[in-house]
T-cell receptor
Framework: AQTVTQSQPEMSVQEAETVTLSCTYD???????LFWYKQPPSRQMILVIR??????QNATENRFSVNFQKAAKSFSLKISDSQLGDAAMYFCAYDMNYGGSQGNLIFGKGTKLSVKP | DSGVTQTPKHLITATGQRVTLRCSPRSGDLSVYWYQQSLDQGLQFLIQYYNGEERAKGNILERFSAQQFPDLHSELNLSSLELGDSALYFCASSPSLVDDREKLFFGSGTQLSVL
């Protein structure tokens, strides 16, 4: 069975600095999607970034980028120029790209990110 | 605002009772997903519907059931409630385009408290 592990329960970063959140996963599949979701205190789950496993190029979305290491099954999120609004729980998620299974996400336990002014 | 609407936002009930959670997906989205977020289990996929039909099941208890109606809104029914069912229940929907089907847009959730 697929699993997602986030080994950092909490992280802290100074405003305007860069922080990296770690995620590892386990799967025997070769085609899948990986995601980072953000959950601020409002509880809303917000998609931050998506990576398709067959693409070697790392995904980027403005200040957010990933380091996808397929062989190592590692998928880290880098937040550059951290802002106070980045403070939230961040969840790494896995989705097997197979038929009707798309959207049936397996989530990690989350990393709570604090941003210091 | 994700465009996914969930009602009610909060629900307080007693053990043994039955409740219904409602979800309206984004306009045009055919798929609806239900997730449960609890302190013990984290975020777990419960069930998926696509255009009115059940598509996939996750860790959904037999006491729980769901359906998707012709207008594409969905309801999650929780019965014989136990204290451990207290959680935040999310609904999500996804676009129907092949390349975007796995992009989930989440509602703001229903916080269920079973006393």
């Amino acid at each position: 069975a697929q699993t997602v592990t986030q080994s950092q329960p909490e992280m802290s970063v100074q405003e305007a600095e860069t922080v990296t959140l770690s995620c590892t996963y386990d799967t025997s599949e070769s085609d899948y999607y990986l995601f980072w979701y953000k959950q601020p205190p409002s509880r809303q789950m917000i998609l931050v970034i998506r990576q398709e496993a067959y693409k070697q190029q790392n995904a980027t979305e403005n200040r957010f980028s990933v380091n996808f290491q397929k062989a190592a099954k590692s998928f880290s999120l880098k937040i550059s120029d951290s802002q106070l609004g980045d403070a939230a729980m961040y969840f790494c998620a896995y989705d097997m790209n197979y038929g009707g299974s798309q959207g049936n996400l397996i989530f990690g336990k989350g990393t709570k990110l604090s941003v210091k002014p | 605002d994700s465009g996914v609407t969930q009602t009610p936002k909060h629900l307080i009930t007693a053990t043994g009772q039955r409740v219904t959670l409602r979800c309206s997906p984004r306009s045009g989205d055919l798929s609806v997903y239900w997730y449960q977020q609890s302190l013990d289990q984290g975020l777990q996929f419960l069930i998926q519907y696509y255009n009115g039909e059940e598509r996939a099941k996750g860790n959904i208890l037999e006491r729980f059931s769901a359906q998707q109606f012709p207008d594409l809104h969905s309801e999650l029914n929780l019965s014989s409630l136990e204290l451990g069912d207290s959680a935040l229940y999310f609904c999500a929907s996804s676009p129907s385009l092949v390349d975007d089907r796995e992009k989930l847009f989440f509602g703001s959730g229903t916080q269920l408290s079973v006393l």
